[in-house]
């Protein structure tokens, strides 16, 4: 018969500090629900994970539409040519070449007839048209339209395509290939299911097998996995609903099943490796899963609310990317954390000491000796000054390249796909300059077709053409009741580069206000991807403070209150600066000046992607905080039983050392595992990820934090007179009689030997 575990939060030890007024552990409450209502619990989590992914898959998720995104003019062009009623359309085209021939050979006009004629035949296009000749009279460029709706053209576009390759097995001496937005989209679509799937079948097997390593014993390890995978099915189903009101971009659920394993299995890397480690120091089943739920439950609590707290920051940005991540991020944080919280301790006080069942020779263990951490935590206390110098000189240094930074619009060359229709596009890029990424001016008026108009507009294609940065095709459509016009006109570079930028700045300070703007009644705009990049940068270049500022404050107010000291608050967000510029630095060296091209396979258009900067910050300061808050509640823990600061730095330090370590090892391996997919965003994403864990995991909680703690010492938990209304929270205290973190028969409150014999204490203050 099993006996239910009844948690119940743990008396103060000996030598505590006075608390007075100390309200309860809300974590330990939830767990002690949990415990008392195990069938609850876990039921209802089932319940919860079922009926999400039930409403995933029949209400589906609402992708945001192109006219969702961009930002300032770019995103008013787009606005107005949605609603001018335009033929609902998606445009392909059929790039022919050859080295050796030009446009007047026989072979080449022949290719060109027979490629317009077998697109006709399939009945799936209309408008095809033949006159885009490149400069150099080797390319010819036939467009033309898939007929029904744009939305599900990728489906449609197969028996084209078809039709096109027949062409080109005909006229083996010439390149023939077909693009355009269906071509491609469906070449991404496979493309992106597949990386999906690929990282999905190998995410799991690499962290489980990382999990049997830390832990010894199979089910510890299968536990935090089912854990981190229905936290992450049961945000599918909140994303859903959410969907409807902020629509999701491609990587969203990507980004979410990165960040449901990796914070999933951290949260409950925390909860299980405290109650194991105080099974190891004599604590009974009930005494070890309340300590844990105390201790390890509340770092979880804050940390979750850390993380939520920074992607919120994103809203501020109101663009449909940002607001996609971070709704993702937050509700698969918010899922882990509540699964943490609720189904872990049910678990918990079901299995008892069989959580260890499976266990595997060699490798378990209930607690690690900490010998590395141990021998590192000294020397630092040793010399905290030159160990803080030499950290922060450190990670200065990797943060230099962060000046030089360079953000742009993120292109489907971005990603890494032989297909034949991306190909066929960067091929297009190369004989039509700006043709396949033309800037789009869009012209509203009463009528766009009045003889002064018209004439603006001609004067416009010859201005633009004169600029030397504008390039045709330029093409002109008007909408059906004449009220816009929408012109097309190719611009230099690559599309995102910062030559494209330059052309669309020409087109809209010089060329555009000496014709079209001059007259009377017209409204111009202009989009297209240079444009919308410019706009993006210009808009982030006004989000940032605001974003900052929320994030920073926020995490300082909730540190402030959670440690009650202002000292330890600003220690932290100086701290995870420091480690977020450092990895910036990386990023701008890896992928903006291509060291990184051979290893992680891409290649480099010069720039970062221009959502990644903001979008890692605020996650990698949630991340960041994620560790910090973890080893400053041990280090508490310690404080509060009247231990010497460097004590409790000591403790802290080594007593988290083996569950930050396990963590860190899940996150890595996992962000990593993001750096071999086929989107570059997606590999600076992971690569900016991991190496921030690996910093903060490192250089920050072994030498930077206990370095900086031990240089202030007792002035770390400063709380000015006038702060001393807020609240107390328990962070976790020991049973009585015990030490709650020494263990080998010391008398409570005293430090471990070896920390006496090696003078980095003496006796206790109790």
Not at 441 to 458: E, F, G, K, M, S
Not at 502 to 530: F, H, K
Not at 544 to 563: I, K, Q, R, Y
Not at 717 to 744: I, K, N, T
Request: hydrophobic letters at 50%; aromatic letters at 6%; a neutral charge.
């Amino acid at each position: 018969m099993t006996t239910s575990i009844t948690l119940s939060p743990p008396p103060p030890g000996p030598g505590t500090r006075p608390a007075p007024g100390r309200r309860g552990n809300l974590a330990g409450r939830i767990a002690g629900w949990s415990a008392r209502h195990r069938a609850a619990a876990v039921l209802g989590w089932l319940l919860f994970v079922v009926a999400a992914t039930a409403l995933s898959v029949v209400v589906g998720t609402v992708e945001a539409k192109d006219s969702d995104y961009g930002r300032g003019e770019s995103r008013q062009a787009d606005e107005i040519i949605a609603a001018a009623g335009f033929p609902d359309r998606a445009a392909e085209m059929v790039l022919i070449e050859s080295d050796g021939l030009d446009v007047d050979d026989a072979a080449f006009r022949a290719a060109v007839a027979d490629t317009a004629t077998a697109v006709e035949r399939t009945g799936r296009v209309e408008n095809v048209r033949s006159d885009a000749v490149s400069a150099d009279r080797h390319a010819v460029l036939v467009t033309f339209d898939l007929t029904g709706p744009a939305e599900g053209a990728a489906d449609r576009v197969g028996p084209v395509r078809d039709a096109v390759a027949t062409v080109q097995r005909n006229h083996p001496e010439l390149y023939v290939a077909q693009t355009g937005g269906a071509s491609i989209g469906e070449a991404m679509g496979r493309t992106l299911d597949a990386d999906m799937h690929r990282l999905s079948m190998l995410s799991i097997p690499v962290t489980l097998g990382i999990l049997i390593v830390a832990f010894g014993a199979l089910l510890a390890a299968v536990l935090p996995m089912g854990l981190a995978l229905t936290a992450f099915l049961g945000s599918l189903g909140l994303l859903a609903l959410a969907s409807r009101f902020a629509p999701a971009v491609d990587t969203t659920m990507h980004l979410m099943l990165l960040m449901g394993l990796a914070v999933g299995v951290d949260y409950c890397l925390f909860y299980l490796r405290r109650e194991r480690e105080e099974r190891a120091r004599g604590a009974d089943p009930e005494q070890a899963l309340a300590i844990a739920a105390a201790t390890s439950g509340r770092s979880v609590l804050i940390s979750a609310l850390t993380v939520i707290i920074a992607m919120s920051g994103m809203f501020l940005t109101q663009d449909t990317t940002f607001i996609s991540l971070a709704t993702g991020t937050i509700l698969v944080v918010a899922a882990a954390a509540v699964g943490s919280l609720t189904v872990l301790p049910a678990v918990l006080s079901k299995l008892g000491d069989r959580i260890d069942l499976g266990r595997v020779p060699g490798l378990y263990r209930r607690q690690s000796d900490g010998r590395f951490w141990r021998k590192t935590i000294r020397a630092v206390l040793r010399r905290p000054g030159l160990s803080a110098t030499l950290a922060a000189a450190a990670l200065l240094a990797l943060a230099l390249p962060l000046l030089g930074m360079r953000t742009a619009e993120e292109d489907v060359t971005a990603l890494k796909n032989p297909a034949p229709a991306l190909s066929a596009y960067l091929r297009v890029k190369a004989a039509f300059p700006g043709g396949a990424e033309p800037a789009v001016v869009a012209i509203r008026a009463d009528d766009v077709t009045t003889p002064a108009l018209t004439a603006a507009i001609d004067d416009l294609e010859a201005r633009a053409l004169a600029t030397g940065q504008l390039h045709g095709p330029i093409t002109v459509e008007v909408n059906p009741d004449r009220t816009v016009a929408v012109v097309r006109v190719g611009v230099s570079g690559s599309g995102v580069d910062a030559a494209s930028e330059r052309a669309v700045r020409t087109l809209r300070e010089q060329v555009i206000p000496r014709t079209v703007s001059g007259v009377d009644g017209a409204e111009v705009w202009v989009t297209g991807l240079a444009a919308d990049s410019v706009d993006f940068n210009a808009a982030l270049g006004r989000s940032v403070p605001l974003v900052f500022g929320f994030v920073l404050g926020l995490a300082f107010l909730l540190m402030l209150v959670s440690f009650r000291s202002v000292v330890v608050a600003l220690t932290a967000i100086v701290l995870n600066l420091l480690s977020v510029a450092a990895t910036y630095g990386l990023l701008v060296l890896v992928f903006q000046h291509g060291w990184g091209e051979a290893l992680l396979d891409f290649e480099s258009v010069g720039a970062i992607t221009n959502w990644v900067p903001l979008f890692l910050f605020v996650i990698l300061f949630g991340l960041s905080m994620d560790y910090h808050v973890f080893v400053l509640s041990r280090i508490r823990e310690g404080y509060d039983r009247g231990w010497p600061s460097r004590l409790s730095i000591s403790h802290g330090i080594r007593g988290t050392a083996g569950v930050i370590t396990s963590a860190a090892m899940v996150m890595v391996a996992v962000f990593a595992l993001f750096t071999t997919g086929s989107v570059v965003s997606m590999k600076e994403l992971g690569f900016g990820l991991a190496i921030a864990v690996l910093i903060d995991a490192t250089v920050v909680r072994a030498v930077l934090l206990p370095a900086v703690m031990a240089l202030l010492g007792d002035r770390n938990w400063y709380l000015p007179r006038w702060l001393e209304w807020l609240p107390r929270f328990s962070h976790g205290d020991a049973p009585a009689g015990r030490d709650g973190g020494d263990g080998g028969g010391e008398p409570s409150g005293w430090p471990p030997y070896e920390d006496r014999k090696a003078g980095l204490v003496g006796r206790p203050t109790v």
